[in-house]
């Protein structure tokens, strides 16, 4: 492979991070592939292959050609269909986009975990972390189906990786969004509702940013299969986090410091295996 890959294959290209994803790769000169269920025919991309992420016969059209995948393509949340729906379409397209992969040569794959794999975000009843800031061994409590599903994506790609030989890059994002939009209306909520945001650590991340990881998770001198948290370095929320901390996960152990609005989540393994860190904060 070159210094970069001269073309990726991007699943769930139509998405609110995939397009994002397609401006960034477009502004570096890289060709894309974008697979979707839909072509909304406004994507700044090459070629546009239409179908479900795991069906085998569609992510190989998509491939040919193709030097590093970023593979979005998911139901993002549990209440977006069934558990069944949610949890085995999200998995099969998975295992199907990384098997075809690996298969095609492909030697590169970033992915988009979530937070909610800690079981927190969609949990029925309140779950508070072991300890704060979470980082990548916080023991995890899963009790949805979009939270499973990105559990079991995680351990698939550690095996894709092992299977092809490929870099694995699993990204857990927090609460994602863009200027002007999603970020200021979450902003308000949790600053009205601050206990609305306590399974999500208060945390946030920008869609340019998310983007700019996931790029990271591709070109950086990686191997082997990788799990991390990426985040912006401060919360959503108006409160200080160690008194947000205090009111709705007084039992979580500290093992750091959190000033003023810091994210509790350690982003450090980002930042020392991608260079990562967040462009775009919200005051």
Request: charged letters at 20%; one cysteine or more; proline letters at 8%.
């Amino acid at each position: 492979m070159a210094d970069h890959p001269r073309r990726v294959l991007v699943t769930g290209a139509a998405g609110d991070l995939g397009r994002v994803v397609l401006e960034l790769l477009a502004r570096l000169g890289v060709s894309v592939t974008g697979l979707d269920r839909h072509d909304p025919g406004d994507l700044p991309l090459e070629r546009m292959v239409v179908g479900d992420a795991g069906e085998p016969t569609v992510v190989r059209q998509a491939l040919p050609g193709a030097e590093a995948v970023i593979h979005l393509a998911a139901i993002p949340a549990p209440v977006l269909g069934t558990p069944e729906e949610v949890f085995c379409g999200n998995t099969r397209a998975t295992f199907v986009v990384l098997e075809e992969a690996g298969h095609a040569g492909v030697r590169r794959v970033a992915l988009a975990s979530s937070m909610s794999a800690t079981g927190m975000a969609w949990a029925e009843r309140d779950l508070h972390p072991a300890y704060v800031p979470v980082d990548e061994r916080l023991p995890l409590q899963v009790e949805d189906p979009y939270g499973l599903s990105k559990q079991v994506d995680e351990a698939t790609a550690e095996m894709m990786s092992r299977r092809h030989g490929m870099t694995t890059v699993a990204l857990r994002f927090p609460r994602l969004g863009g200027p002007g939009d999603k970020l200021q209306e979450t902003a308000k909520q949790w600053a009205d509702e601050p206990g609305s945001g306590a399974a999500e650590l208060w945390a946030y991340l920008d869609y340019r940013d998310a983007a700019r990881a996931a790029w990271l998770a591709i070109t950086r001198p990686l191997t082997g299969h990788h799990v991390l948290f990426v985040a912006a370095p401060n919360t959503l929320a108006a409160l200080p986090t160690e008194q947000l901390l205090d009111a709705y996960h007084p039992d979580a152990a500290r093992t750091a410091a959190l000033p003023g609005r810091s994210v509790p989540v350690d982003v450090g393994a980002a930042r020392r295996a991608l260079g990562f860190s967040a462009g775009h904060v919200v005051p």
